[in-house]
């Protein structure tokens, strides 16, 4: 469904604050995640299911761009993997980021709340007509999000990922494929 290809974004990266001045700490470039992105009512009260989702993200130009790669499963085992590409490019120095997806489906901001860009809220407007609004938190284990979706089919969406390593991700985005696929 096209108000999936949200993204799921999962954006943070270190930064520390320093005299008003953002810096950010581009430690190692990249960061992957796995884990289950949750669909629910409105009201979270009815669950509608959930996908598998592995991320990677990395952090570009001493964090002014941050690339998000999110792979979850073909809407059947022999379908290719579904794979949304989502930039992010900080606004002059502020917490601030402009998000979009390559293919266009989505344009808004991703605002962090703390210099460490631990904490964030999304204010994401849809091609198709509708939004995304929430919030997300790393922490050492990795990212939870939650969003509310309007337009289409309005949506609760959690997502709850745990920091992998990289071969962890490899694995994972391989068990993706259908067999024969590259």
Known sequence: ?????????????????????????????????SGQASFFSPDGRLPYGKTDSVVKREILDGGARIIETVTQPGNSPSMQPKQIVTELKRRKKTLIYAASDAGG?????????DGDLKSWTYNIKLKA???????????????????????????????????????EYTVALNLMKPQGWE
């Open 1 to 33: 469904m096209e108000i999936f290809k949200i993204g799921f974004i999962t954006m943070a990266a270190a930064l520390s604050a320093c005299a008003g001045t953002i810096v950010i700490k581009a430690a190692g470039g990249a960061a992957y995640y």
């Open 105 to 113: 489906t989505f344009s808004g901001t991703v605002t962090f709340k």
């Open 129 to 167: 007509g509708g939004a995304v609004k929430g919030s997300g938190k790393l922490d050492a284990e990795g990212i939870k999000t939650e969003k509310q979706l309007t337009g289409g089919r309005p949506m609760l969406v959690k997502e709850d990922l745990k920091t992998i390593s990289e071969e």
